[in-house]
């Protein structure tokens, strides 16, 4: 199984800031990478997939990049409403894999 | 819109059954591979099962190979999972989730809880 080794696994930031998650898998995933947002008591909402395509509806402000084993989620300029856990996934191999996740929480 | 809403969960025995369903609207249902992914309490996600658009291929996780089974109903745009012998290990909020590699909308997700 193909795992995924995301950090940090809490993050506390301001208002404003860019913060940045990182994902990194156990062997080479083509780009088949996706993030999602889960805020609490919410189902998991898809943001990139493809490593760096933004799914419809999702605010600019959020961007990813990477390839091989290395990914990142970018936040630009930190809303309130970006408060939640974020996850990568997997999907280049079953069985899919979820990173253990980030907490985002304001400063 | 795309809309994916669960049922069918609740308390149930260790050893036992359950079904969950998933009726899906919003979307040419029988185009998509649909999935289910669960998340323990307090814990992350983790992928359950997959089944094509047309029913013909599926894919388990190990841990409930031989025990869940993926379906779905196209006529009835519905997606399943039996699950038999449950364990506790099982309790989690099951999803329902439209497959596109990613999985791009999910249901509400119904909360399973296995215990005597």
């Known amino acids: 199984d193909i795992q995924m080794t995301q950090s940090p696994a809490s993050l506390s930031a301001s208002l404003g800031e860019t913060v940045t998650i990182e994902c990194r898998a156990s062997?080479?995933?083509?780009?088949?990478l996706a993030w999602y947002q889960q805020k609490p008591g919410k189902s998991p909402q898809l943001l990139i997939y493809?490593?760096?395509s933004l799914h419809t509806g999702v605010p600019s402000r959020f961007s990813g990049s990477g390839s091989g084993t290395q990914y990142s989620l970018k936040i630009n300029s930190l809303q309130s409403e970006d408060v939640a856990s974020y996850f990568c996934?997997?999907?280049?191999?079953?069985?899919?894999?979820f990173g253990a996740g980030t907490k985002l929480e304001l400063k | 819109e795309v809309q994916l809403v669960e049922s069918g969960g609740g308390l149930v025995q260790p050893g036992r059954s359950m079904k969950l369903s998933c009726a899906a609207s919003?979307?040419?249902?029988?185009?998509?591979?649909m999935a289910w992914v669960c998340q323990a309490p307090k814990k992350g996600l983790e992928w359950v099962a997959t089944?094509?658009?047309?029913?013909?291929?599926?894919y388990y996780r190990d841990s409930v190979k031989g025990r869940f089974t993926i379906s779905r109903d196209n006529a009835k745009s519905t997606l399943y999972l039996q699950m038999d012998s449950l364990r506790s290990e099982d309790t989690a909020t099951y999803y329902c989730?439209?497959?596109?590699?990613?999985?791009?909308?999910w249901g509400q997700g119904v909360m399973v809880t296995v215990s005597s």
């Open positions: 989730a439209r497959d596109y590699s990613r999985f791009d909308y």
């Open positions: 919003g979307f040419t249902f029988n185009n998509y591979d």
């Open positions: 089944i094509s658009y047309d029913g013909s291929s599926t």
């Open positions: 062997e080479d995933i083509y780009n088949g």
């Open positions: 493809n490593a760096n």
């Open positions: 996934q997997q999907y280049y191999d079953y069985p899919y894999t």
